[in-house]
């Protein structure tokens, strides 16, 4: 029998690589529109972990969501968790401003995976995507750090990849550490 769980997202391509990830370990994953307070914190696992409690009370529902941050190692963690708003304000030329003669190019990814039960505490499964920066933009795929960030194992931006490849991407350990927290792996 089949676990069902609710992402919480309005992004297709995101059900999408979660469907992807957990179908082998007879896991359903099903897309839930709705609107989660994103807390103003540092810490993406704390943003993850807040707006999953949300809506796992609010729909009564088991869900994950994911959130990320984007960690430039010249600018000390600078954009983290706000990269979401760094996207709508910025053009990639204004953020590659800010680390351009920066020696170090250096940047990653968190992904917290945040899951929770109805009147459960919240957990986080955490991974980092380690890659390099650019200092001109590539690709017309997905938003504008995905133009300026080169993953480790791949030869060109996030928004270069394929969707195949982006899948493969981001259907990373996050969801392996889920499934063995469910008894599914």
């Not at 993406?44 to 707006?51: G, P």
């Not at 030869?155 to 392996?176: C, F, G, H, M, Q």
Request: include cysteine; charged fraction near 25%; glycine fraction near 8%.
């Amino acid at each position: 029998m089949k676990k069902i769980i609710y992402l919480v997202s309005k992004n297709p391509k995101k059900v999408k690589i979660a469907q992807s990830a957990l179908e082998k370990f007879a896991v359903q994953v099903e897309q839930l529109e709705i609107e989660t307070p994103e807390i103003q914190s540092s810490n993406t696992e704390e943003v993850a972990r807040y707006s999953v409690k949300f809506a796992a009370e609010e729909t009564g529902k088991t869900v994950i969501k994911g959130d990320f941050g984007m960690h430039i190692e010249a600018l000390g963690g600078f954009p983290g968790p706000f990269v979401k708003y760094i996207n709508k304000w910025l053009a990639a030329e204004q953020l590659i401003r800010l680390y351009k003669n920066e020696a170090n190019k250096k940047a990653y990814f968190i992904d917290a995976l945040g899951y929770c039960e109805p009147g459960k505490e919240a957990i986080c499964f955490i991974t980092n995507t380690y890659g390099r920066l650019l200092i001109k933009p590539q690709g017309d795929n997905g938003n504008m750090v995905d133009s300026i960030f080169i993953p480790d194992g791949f030869d060109k931006t996030i928004a270069e990849l394929s969707e195949e490849e982006s899948v493969r991407l981001w259907s990373n350990d996050r969801y392996l550490k889920l499934a063995k927290y469910l008894g599914c792996a």
